[in-house]
């Protein structure tokens, strides 16, 4: 683990259990709501790294979390042939933003990070779906997906504008965490993909390893989540979710700003 510390502007152990809380919290929010993992952890790792070394930091989890998501829901078959489109705009937007932004180099990525919370938290807040009508999601999938890998790239957070579109779609709640799951899992495995090649998250120096550790806080926050769900109003628990994202992200916002 010594080369996960060269990644970190500290030594000490704080650095380590602050990063051990947010894998939880992310992990409980996920547990409880079916998303947030990466999320809540980009934001909030955001504070002591770069977004595409917390992304990196997180590649393992998100795929083993949304891997369960995925195979846990009722339909997937059905849900793979209604989304297959919109992945396919996912890998591509995911390959050529790493090709158009080399990946940990943008210098704007943490003022669009703190947009992207803010976006996304807004709409939650708001709770206001995108106009989707029928028959337009032959051409609106693609779009989505091409966007959503493009603010993968940037970011590394892949909510944007992935989840509105999803939620659009009117889907059963079931079939909603499942398609959530899926779309995740998808934009993770081509996020790692383009970490890979570009070498770009630290994943030549070790990083590998960090993100199998990151694991298990994660796999521990999840399972405390679903143990809790039925103990906790979703409605009210979404509020204090997205308002928590709005303030994460106006202050990450802030802070690029006045440092740049």
Do not use: C
């Amino acid at each position: 683990m010594t080369d996960l510390f060269s990644l970190l502007p500290a030594y000490s152990a704080p650095v380590f259990l602050f990063i051990a809380a947010v894998l939880v919290l992310a992990g409980f929010v996920k547990g409880v709501i079916g998303l947030g993992l990466p999320t809540i952890s980009v934001g909030l790792l955001g504070l002591i790294m770069a977004p595409v070394q917390a992304a990196a930091l997180l590649l393992v989890a998100n795929l083993v979390t949304n891997a369960w998501q995925l195979l846990a829901g009722p339909d997937l078959r059905g849900i793979l042939r209604r989304l297959w489109p919109m992945l396919a705009g996912v890998v591509l937007g995911t390959f050529l933003g790493a090709a158009w932004f080399p990946l940990g180099a943008f210098s704007w990525a943490t003022a669009l990070l703190g947009l992207a919370l803010l976006a996304y938290a807004g709409l939650g807040l708001a709770q206001r779906q995108l106009p989707l009508q029928p028959g337009q999601e032959i051409w609106a999938g693609p779009l989505v997906g091409l966007a959503t890998g493009l603010v993968t790239i940037l970011t590394g957070v892949f909510v944007i504008p992935a989840v509105p579109y999803l939620q659009a779609l009117r889907l059963e709640k079931d079939d909603l965490v499942q398609a959530l799951g899926l779309s995740f899992l998808v934009s993770t495995i081509a996020l790692g993909l383009a970490l890979l090649a570009t070498g770009a998250g630290g994943y030549g120096d070790g990083m590998a390893a960090a993100a199998l550790l990151a694991l298990l806080p994660a796999l521990g926050g999840m399972l405390l989540g679903q143990a809790l769900r039925s103990r906790i109003s979703a409605a009210s628990f979404r509020r204090w979710f997205f308002g928590g994202l709005l303030a994460l992200g106006g202050y990450l916002l802030a802070k690029s700003l006045l440092h740049a």
